[in-house]
Every structure is written in structure tokens, then in C-alpha cells.
């Protein structure tokens, strides 16, 4: 089992920044791919960016260029600095975890609440 636990999330003004941390507990973390996701309010949930056991990186079209994804495996935690923040990155962000050989995510975080104002 891997634990996930997320926190940086809150209140920021539009044009601000935000780093979200995600620290993992129970498994090896240098063998996992670690992600991000997020879902506003009656949408569904959205890949963000994702970071391979290896290191390499992938973004959405919505956050490529505002949003940095980076891992220390020496401190169990993966992270999401958000830059130029947008109203419509008001959302639960949610960090997932997925054994190096799989394909879906099987292990998720409890979320943390970022809410950008106009």
C-alpha cells in the first residue's frame, strides 16, 4: 500500500502562485510514477502533469508552460509549483501514484482545495 497525503492548497489571487506538496509513505517511492490531477465542481477529474520513476515529465495543454512538476525521492514527496494562476484553476487537486510497470494510478491522495479569486 502506498499512503498519500497532499497539502499547500488555499486562497490565491489571480496571477499568483501556489506549490503543492505530495508526500508518499509505505512503499518505495523512487519506484513509482507520481501524478496530478484536479476536478472542479461537476466536472470530472483532469490529468494535469505527471512524472516517471525516471524523471521524465509530461504536462496538459491547460498547464503546460504555469505549472512545474518535480520529485525528491529523498524526502518520499513529488511537487506542483503553480504559476500565473487562472480562476479556472479553482479546483481539488489530487496526487496519484502508480507502481513503475503499471498503467492506471491505483493509489490517490485525499485532495487539497485551491481556489484562485478574479
Known amino acids: 500500500q502506498v499512503q498519500l497525503v497532499e497539502s499547500g492548497g488555499g486562497l490565491v489571487q489571480a496571477g499568483g502562485s501556489l506549490r503543492l506538496s505530495c508526500t508518499a509513505s509505505?512503499?518505495?517511492?523512487?519506484?513509482?510514477?507520481m501524478g496530478w490531477f484536479r476536478q472542479a465542481p461537476g466536472k470530472e477529474r483532469e490529468f494535469l502533469s505527471a512524472v516517471t520513476w525516471t524523471g521524465r515529465n509530461t504536462y496538459s495543454d491547460s498547464v503546460k508552460g504555469r505549472f512545474t512538476i518535480s520529485r525528491d525521492n529523498a524526502k518520499n514527496t513529488v511537487y506542483l509549483q503553480m504559476n500565473s494562476l487562472k480562476p479556472v484553476d479553482t479546483a481539488v487537486y489530487f496526487c496519484?501514484?502508480?507502481?513503475?510497470?503499471?498503467?492506471?494510478?491505483?493509489?490517490w491522495g485525499q485532495g487539497t482545495q485551491v481556489t484562485v479569486s478574479s
Open positions: 509505505g512503499r518505495i517511492f523512487s519506484s513509482y510514477d
Open positions: 496519484a501514484a502508480r507502481y513503475k510497470t503499471r498503467y492506471d494510478y491505483d493509489y
